[in-house]
Structures are given as C-alpha cells and as structure tokens.
C-alpha cells in the first residue's frame, strides 16, 4: 500500500504560499444530526443546543448550534485544501464566533495561509492559516487561526 | 395520587455562575470519556474531516501509529463537553477560544478527563447580566499525560439576574 495514493498531490507543504486565499468548494447545511449528536456526543449538557422548547422562550426562537460544531465543520469543510496530507494538528487560536449558527444555516469555509515554517522533522513543515466561516447570507460566523503539520512532497519511488 | 407531583417537586439547578468564578478557583470537572472508535469515524465523517489518518487505519500505520488517531477536534470538543456543567450550563454565549496546543495523539480506548482553573473575570458593560469569564482548561489521558490544552471565554450569567 502506497499512502501517497490515498491522498491529494497538490497541498502538501510546498505547496502553501503565504498570502495565498481559499475559497472551499463545499459547504454544509446544519442540522440536528450535527448540532445535536455531536453536542449530545461529547456530552455537552447545555440544553440551549439540544431543547428547542427552551429555546422558543428566548430571543434566539431556537436552538443554537455549539461552537465547537461550528469550529469543527469549518476546519473539516477546509481539510482536504489544507490538512489532507497533514500529519498531526498542532494547535488553535484567536477563535471567535461573531454570529449564531441555528439548524438549517449553510456554512462555507474561507482559508488564508499566514504564513510557512521549517519544523523539527525533516519530512514536513509547520503551516499557519487564518480560517473565515460564513453563512448562507455571507454574515460572518467564525474566524480563528490554525497551525498544521503537513508532509513535505514525497520524492519521487518512495 | 401523583396529581401533586409538579407542586411537590423541587428543581435541581445545574450550572454556576459568575460570582462562583473567583480567579484562581480550580475545577476538576465530572464523568471522564473513554473514546471509542465510533465516536472517531462519525466525529470525522459528519464533520466532513478528509485526513485518513482518523478513519483509514493502514494509512494511520504507514505513519507510525498503531491505530487510528482520534480526530483532534473530537479530543477539543470532548475536553470542552467536561467542563460544560461547571461553566456555561446556566448560559451565556461562547465568545472565543485562545491558545489551544494539541500536545500528544489520544488513540481509540484512551479515556480522557478535564481540569480547569478561572483565570480572569470582568463585568460586561453590554449586558448588565452577565460577565466575562476566561478559564484555562487541560485535558488528560488516563496515563495524566496531558493530550490538550486552551483558554476559553464566556459570557456568564450573574447571580442577580439568573432565573
């Protein structure tokens, strides 16, 4: 098995230029199946996610998606543009949800590289992006920065 | 017969609030969870999460791991659900994350648990009440080797205005 083939020739580490912009080509509705479960999932008791009769009772009208969702699902609708060949994630910061995500928002997911490093290992090098996450009316719902661990291009036979 | 049940009954709150978060104040929060590797795959997948080193097990060996490697956003969010009930259950907005290190691969069947401590508070000049809670929080395998590390802000309800 060859685990070069599983994965895309065109994010490793090289190839992440700082100042370079994406757009990802995906996005994603949001709904119970990820609000809920994975708030349910990691046992996340605030029922301001999961109780919509609560909800109905505040200005919101209805539930909340957790942010750690929202941060999940736009890291995950940026990965295969930029940890696809990633070997660890190294770390999170500067996080801030600016609006609430409700069932049924769409998010799309926007990434700029900050900038590249040489890391300790020699097969791979440290990359720093910023990540945007908008909603389907282009209101910003999430930024934050991210470092990943991603393999340098492998040689040729290997 | 059990007509009187709801005038009997009294509520358990949950949760704290913001006078209970006296900077300093440390927090070794509930339960513990032993992740699984269906908690992996669907963490993953639902999250559209493309690195096969988190649900491709022969990739995941060709770079050295035994086994899948727990998707770290899962290991994020499940060290977040822990403290829930000490910190955000009573209300307020999640406001923003700094400085989360992922410092070591939790592997399937690797129990993780949460300690925490209040690192600063002020009044929110916004709303009146609530106010603003920072808390460093660490999560740790079942080895106590720290697997994760972050501060995070809330807005928190005050006792004043709570219920």
């Known amino acids: ?158 | 017969m059990d007509a009187d049940f709801r005038a009997r009954a009294v509520l358990k709150p949950k949760g704290l609030l913001y006078e209970d978060f006296v900077p300093g104040r440390h927090f070794k929060h509930h339960w513990g969870r032993t992740l699984n590797e269906g908690d992996n795959s669907l963490f993953s997948t639902l999250t559209l999460h493309y690195n096969p080193l988190y649900f491709n097990l022969e990739y995941a060996k060709a770079h050295g791991h035994k086994q899948v490697v727990v998707n770290p956003y899962l290991v994020f969010t499940t060290v977040f659900g822990l403290t829930v009930e000490d910190f955000s259950e009573a209300g307020g907005a999640f406001l923003g994350l700094e400085e989360l290190t992922f410092e070591r691969p939790v592997y399937a069947g690797d129990t993780l648990r949460a300690e925490s401590e209040v690192v600063s508070r002020r009044e929110s000049e916004k709303n009146p009440g609530q106010g603003i809670v920072t808390w460093s929080t660490q999560g740790f395998n079942q080895r106590d080797e720290r697997v994760i590390a972050f501060k995070r802000t809330n807005l928190v309800n005050r006792r004043s205005a709570a219920r």
Do not use: C
């Open chain 1, 1 to 158: 098995m060859n685990p070069a083939e599983f994965t895309g020739d065109d994010n490793y580490f090289e190839d992440f230029v700082p100042g370079a912009v994406i757009r990802h080509a995906r996005g994603k509705t949001v709904g119970e199946i990820d609000n809920v479960l994975i708030t349910n999932l990691v046992l996340n008791t605030a029922q301001q996610h999961f109780n919509q009769q609560l909800m109905e009772q505040t200005r919101f009208g209805e539930r909340i998606t957790f942010g750690g969702v929202t941060l999940s699902l736009i890291i995950g609708l940026a990965s295969e543009d930029t940890s696809e060949n990633a070997l660890a994630e190294l770390g999170v910061d500067k996080i801030r949800f600016r609006t609430p995500v409700h069932h049924g928002d769409t998010l799309y997911a926007f990434t700029e590289v900050l900038g590249v490093k040489d890391a300790e290992r020699p097969d791979a090098g440290e990359v720093h992006f910023r990540h945007w996450g908008v909603n389907q009316k282009d209101e910003l719902v999430f930024e934050g920065e991210r470092r990943v661990l991603v393999k340098r291009r492998p040689r040729a036979g290997k």
